[in-house]
T-cell receptor, first 113, second 110 residues
Framework: DVKVTQSSRYLVKRTGEKVFLECVQD?????MFWYRQDPGLGLRLIYF???????EKGDIPEGYSVSREKKERFSLILESASTNQTSMYLC????????????FGPGTRLTVL | KNEVEQSPQNLTAQEGEFITINCSYS?????LHWLQQHPGGGIVSLFM???GKKKHGRLIATINIQEKHSSLHITASHPRDSAVYIC????????????FGTGTRLTIIP
């Protein structure tokens, strides 16, 4: 079974702090994704990566950056957290492209005070 | 207007009822996914389909490409089916990016 893990289930940070969210997958998938999920808006893609050190912006990349130094690990970075970044963050991975079946992590609920 | 729309937003039914959740999309697609999200956040992929029908246990997914419409059916519903069901379409914008519906919250009452 594919396993995607995220570093924290719940996180509380203060405005202006730098925040790291980590995601690890164990199935040697090429593609990894970061989404945020907000009530009434559905999942929105922040960034995705199709290979080590490769990244592409999704729909809402502003205020975020990513890092993929190893194939199994994809990190989302909030350089200076703001209250409007309070959300559920979900990581996913897939073997094929974005169209392929994606395997999701359990999510990190981030609150920025 | 969202390019992927689901209905209903909320659905409450008695245990044993046949459930239908609908998904419509506005442009051509290369694939459509149905996902299940339980309380607590974890999302599981149920189906990926590009034509016809797929079945897994009590779950059935159908798609009509001409009508740009897909349905998820649950037969003999059970309280453990209570979850949010999300439709996501790989729209043909050139990069086949996934666009998600806002989800249908299903509650099955014993």
């Amino acid at each position: 079974d594919v396993k995607v893990t995220q570093s924290s289930r719940y996180l509380v940070k203060r405005t202006g702090e730098k925040v790291f969210l980590e995601c690890v997958q164990d199935m040697d998938h090429e593609n990894m994704f970061w989404y945020r999920q907000d009530p009434g808006l559905g999942l929105r893609l922040i960034y995705f990566s199709y290979d080590v050190k490769m990244k592409e912006k999704g729909d809402i990349p502003e205020g975020y950056s990513v890092s993929r130094e190893k194939k199994e690990r994809f990190s989302l970075i909030l350089e200076s957290a703001s209250t409007n970044q309070t959300s559920m963050y979900l990581c996913a991975s897939s073997f094929g492209g974005e169209w392929d079946t994606q395997y999701f992590g359990p999510g990190t609920r981030l609150t920025v005070l | 207007k969202n390019e992927v729309e689901q209905s209903p937003q909320n659905l409450t039914a008695q245990e044993g009822e046949f459930i239908t959740i609908n998904c419509s999309y506005s442009v051509g697609i290369s694939a459509l996914h149905w996902l299940q999200q339980h309380p607590g956040g974890g999302i599981v992929s149920l189906f990926m389909l590009s034509s016809g029908k797929k079945k897994h246990g009590r779950l059935i997914a159908t798609i009509n490409i001409q009508e740009k419409h897909s349905s998820l059916h649950i037969t003999a519903s059970h309280p453990r089916d209570s979850a949010v069901y999300i439709c996501a379409a790989a729209l043909n914008f050139g990069n086949e990016k996934l666009t998600f519906g806002t989800g249908t919250r299903l509650t099955i009452i014993p």
